[in-house]
C-alpha cells in the first residue's frame, strides 16, 4: 500500500509561486506514474499533470502549460510541482496521486490507484 501526503500548499498572490511537495511511504514510487490533480470549490477534480513511472515524460493540463513543472525523486521517494504566475483560477485544493506502472498521458482521476488527502492552494490578493 502506498500512503501519500501533500505539503506546501498555502495562500499567494497572483504572479506568485509555490512548490509542492507530495511524500510518499509504504512502497518505493520507482514503480508508479505519478499525477498532480486540483478540485476547486463546487467543481470536478480535474487533471493538472504527469510523469511516467520511469520518470522520461510528462505532461500537462492546456491551462497550466508553460507555468507549472511536474518533477519526481525517485530516491527519496517524492514527487513535486513548480507552480509559477499563479492565477486566481488556480485556487483549488491539488492532489497528487499514483498509478501502477502509469504513462504520461494516460492517467485521469478514475484510473490512479492511490490518492494524498490534499493541500489547499489559494491565489487572492
Known amino acids: 500500500q502506498v500512503q501519500l501526503v501533500e505539503s506546501w500548499g498555502g495562500l499567494v498572490k497572483p504572479g506568485g509561486s509555490l512548490r509542492l511537495s507530495c511524500a510518499a511511504s509504504?512502497?518505493?514510487?520507482?514503480?508508479?506514474?505519478m499525477g498532480w490533480f486540483r478540485q476547486a470549490p463546487g467543481k470536478e477534480r480535474d487533471f493538472v499533470a504527469d510523469?511516467?513511472?520511469?520518470?522520461?515524460?510528462?505532461y500537462y493540463a492546456d491551462s497550466v502549460k508553460g507555468r507549472f513543472t511536474i518533477s519526481r525523486d525517485n530516491a527519496n521517494n517524492t514527487l513535486s510541482l513548480q507552480m509559477n504566475s499563479l492565477r486566481p483560477e488556480d485556487t483549488a485544493v491539488y492532489y497528487c496521486?499514483?498509478?501502477?506502472?502509469?504513462?504520461?498521458?494516460?492517467?485521469?482521476?478514475?484510473?490512479?490507484?492511490?490518492w494524498g488527502t490534499g493541500t489547499l492552494v489559494t491565489v487572492s490578493s
Open positions: 496521486a499514483a498509478k501502477a506502472w502509469g504513462t504520461a498521458q494516460a492517467m485521469d482521476v478514475m484510473s490512479m490507484n492511490h
Open positions: 510523469v511516467s513511472w520511469s520518470g522520461g515524460s510528462t
Open positions: 509504504g512502497r518505493t514510487l520507482s514503480n508508479y506514474g
